[in-house]
């Protein structure tokens, strides 16, 4: 089969598989599942890009994501002005000095390279300098972080945020975790594959720490609910006479068809981002800056020997992919219309996305977006496929049967199960994914 026969076959049996949730569950539940496909897709494509395009292996998946997800609430919650004037301006006084004692340790460290001839005494000072301005620094936040969670903890004890609209976060959550990569890749984008792998999931456990811990920031684990929505409001649209009117002659409730325009609402605006991706994506991996990068992913040596600089192209690629992460981040948290910390699981949800880049096909942008479609739906409907499989199989039982209630009970389970056997399947008949990369 050709390759855009096989990409057309895909993309049209995960249509039809989307087609029979709506008409045997709902098609509120089938474009909710499209919903959290694309986004899923959006992810895949970011660690597409870094390990399918330059071969660094990011398990720091969900670190991003959870930044992307934090400049929501930053970006379009409004400010809460008792907290601020609790302790607000004293908060970002430390932030200053924080500020002032890493450019300090920055500044010292460079000009002190040339001291060959004592490194203990660089090391102290170096050790010093941090010391105390961190020192410093708790002494000036720690009264203001006390004060800002002091005020209403039950609804606010936080800052709040700008008061934007929320489109403008996927924007800033893009950027900001495009910037933590560019700190992250420069400390350890210099260790071998592995290193680098547990080095990314471990950042990525240190920041959903901060987030779930630091209650100034976004209330921590008390989560952030009511974010703006960059669409209407189901019940504004139950007031409208062209809603009515089309959930009459579509013999839907007032009440279904309202949710089923938000969802499609929601699904314009996150295919558009989807394709705008895409495209840049296949441009870059079409030009000579993607036969580049397949060239350090195919031999580091050799691509370096002819004058490629390694590490920087290395760093540009790891920005990149973490910057989509964070864009996808924001988009989930806009979706959800909550910020919940607890629920970025970075060993369960990195897995999961490294799955969809497997099974969609690495290297290969169409893969990793059908991928996402697959892992993700099969991921949401394993649970109910399974035990409408259970009941089928165990319908001979009589009601009061042990084994029968307890494989019913273990009916979540076969998710896990599911994820399993599609991997087994495709690593065994298509060990480079269900759409391979293209060689060139």
């Known amino acids: ?124 000072i170096m050790a010093l300098i941090i010391i105390l301005g961190y020192a410093f620094y708790r002494y000036i936040a720690d009264p203001a972080i006390d004060a800002i969670e002091a005020v209403e903890p039950a609804k606010t004890g936080y800052l709040g945020g700008l008061g934007l609209h929320i489109l403008f976060s996927w924007i800033v959550g893009a950027i900001a975790a495009g910037l933590i990569a560019m700190l992250i890749g420069r400390i350890a984008l210099g260790l071998r594959s592995d290193y680098l792998a547990i080095a990314t999931l471990g950042i990525s456990e240190i920041i959903i720490y901060v987030i779930k811990n630091e209650d100034w920031m976004a209330r921590g684990v008390k989560n952030v609910n009511g974010l703006p929505r960059p669409v209407p409001y189901e019940l504004d649209l139950q007031e409208e006479q062209w809603v009515n009117s089309l959930a009459e002659s579509m013999s839907f409730s007032v009440i279904n068809a309202s949710s089923l325009i938000v969802k499609l609402a929601y699904l314009s605006l996150f295919v ?67 910020f919940t910390p607890a629920s970025y699981q970075p060993l369960r949800y990195t897995f999961l996305i490294w799955v969809m880049v497997i099974v969609g096909g690495s290297g290969n942008n169409y893969g990793s977006i059908i991928g996402g479609f697959i892992i993700w739906f099969f991921w949401i409907e394993a649970e109910p496929l399974g035990l409408w499989l259970i009941e089928l199989l165990t319908s001979g039982m009589s009601a009061d049967s042990a084994l029968k209630a307890h494989l019913l009970e273990s009916a979540a389970h076969t998710r896990l199960m599911t994820m399993g056997l599609i991997m087994m399947l495709v690593l065994r008949f298509a060990p480079k994914g269900l759409i391979p990369e293209a060689k060139r």
């Not at 990409?7 to 029979?20: E, S």
């Not at 494509?45 to 660094?56: D, K, P, R, T």
Request: net charge positive; hydrophobic share 60%; aromatic share 10%.
């Open 1 to 124: 089969m050709t390759s855009p026969m096989r990409i057309i076959t895909v993309f049209f049996g995960m249509a039809i598989l989307l087609a029979f949730v709506g008409i045997n569950q709902s098609w509120n539940v089938a474009f909710s599942i499209l919903n959290l496909c694309v986004i899923s897709a959006i992810m895949a494509l970011g660690v597409n890009i870094q390990w399918g395009y330059a071969g660094l292996v990011n398990f720091g998946v969900m670190g991003f994501v959870a930044v992307g997800g934090l400049a929501g609430v930053i970006v379009s919650m409004p400010p809460v002005e008792a907290a601020w004037a609790a302790g607000g301006t004293q908060l970002m006084g430390g932030f200053a000095i924080m500020g002032l004692v890493i450019a300090a340790a920055t500044i010292f460290w460079k000009k002190t390279q040339h001291w060959k001839d004592r490194p203990r005494k660089r090391y102290l």
């Open 272 to 338: 558009a981002v989807l394709i705008i991706l895409f495209i840049m994506a296949e441009k870059a991996l079409k030009s000579p800056w993607g036969r580049m990068m397949r060239a350090i992913r195919d031999n580091e040596v050799a691509a370096a020997a002819m004058g490629k600089d390694v590490k920087n192209r290395h760093l540009q690629i790891f920005i990149i992919g973490s910057a989509i992460l964070g864009l996808a981040g924001a988009m989930l948290t806009t979706l959800d219309g909550q």
